[in-house]
């Protein structure tokens, strides 16, 4: 009678194999964090970027907090600006809102990150409810941020209060 290797039935071979897959996600996800951010607080590198975006956490808290979360999930710092034709951005627009397509009420807007004025905004852009006059604000401070930046520029959207910042 043949004996039984000692781990059968134990569940050894399947933890092991859970594990081996735990890790190659783990390096997968470092991977990802690596080729779109990471680290949210620390500057890209210098060369990296033609323009600094702030959006300011004291003046618009809930657009500031949705761009750090969706960051921080992996979507880019560094956008593009492809903001010249106009029926392209409203698409976006509309492909990145669709996940919500009910309208929301009268104080509410939808939010979404990366831009749809953007090369990197559409399908699969983080979208979230947030307060319209927040929304508003911060969407005309991104437009007088980049005013003068030519189409494929390139823009870090920060939202960390930097030396030299304005009170």
Same mark, same amino acid.
């Given at each position: 009678?043949? %004996? %039984?290797?000692?781990? #059968?039935?134990?569940?050894?071979?399947?933890?092991?194999?859970?594990?081996?897959?735990?890790?190659?996600?783990?390096?997968?996800?470092?991977? &990802?964090?690596?080729? +779109?951010?990471?680290?949210?607080?620390?500057?890209? @590198? @210098?060369?990296?970027?033609?323009?600094?975006?702030?959006?300011?956490?004291?003046?618009? @808290?809930?657009?500031?907090? +949705?761009?750090? !979360?969706?960051?921080?999930?992996? +979507?880019? !710092?560094?956008?593009?600006?492809?903001?010249?034709?106009?029926?392209?951005?409203?698409?976006?627009?509309?492909? #990145?809102? !669709?996940?919500?397509?009910?309208?929301? !009420? &009268?104080? $509410?807007?939808?939010?979404?990150?990366?831009? #749809?004025?953007?090369?990197?905004?559409?399908?699969?852009?983080?979208?979230?409810?947030? $307060? /319209?006059?927040? &929304?508003?604000? #911060?969407?005309?401070?991104?437009? %007088?941020? $980049?005013?003068?930046? @030519?189409?494929?520029?390139?823009? /870090?959207?920060?939202?960390?209060?930097?030396?030299?910042?304005?009170?």
């Amino acid at each position: 009678m043949a %004996k %039984k290797p000692s781990n #059968a039935g134990s569940g050894a071979t399947s933890r092991r194999l859970t594990k081996a897959v735990i890790d190659k996600l783990r390096i997968a996800r470092k991977r &990802n964090r690596g080729a +779109h951010g990471g680290n949210v607080r620390k500057p890209p @590198p @210098p060369g990296t970027y033609d323009r600094r975006i702030f959006i300011d956490p004291k003046k618009f @808290p809930q657009t500031a907090a +949705h761009i750090r !979360r969706a960051q921080q999930k992996g +979507h880019p !710092r560094i956008l593009t600006k492809d903001s010249g034709n106009k029926r392209t951005v409203k698409q976006r627009r509309r492909d #990145a809102t !669709r996940p919500l397509n009910e309208q929301p !009420r &009268n104080t $509410w807007d939808r939010d979404e990150y990366p831009f #749809a004025s953007t090369k990197e905004g559409g399908p699969g852009s983080s979208v979230q409810y947030v $307060w /319209w006059k927040d &929304n508003q604000g #911060a969407g005309n401070e991104i437009r %007088k941020q $980049w005013a003068g930046l @030519p189409q494929g520029g390139r823009v /870090w959207v920060d939202t960390y209060r930097r030396p030299g910042d304005p009170p």
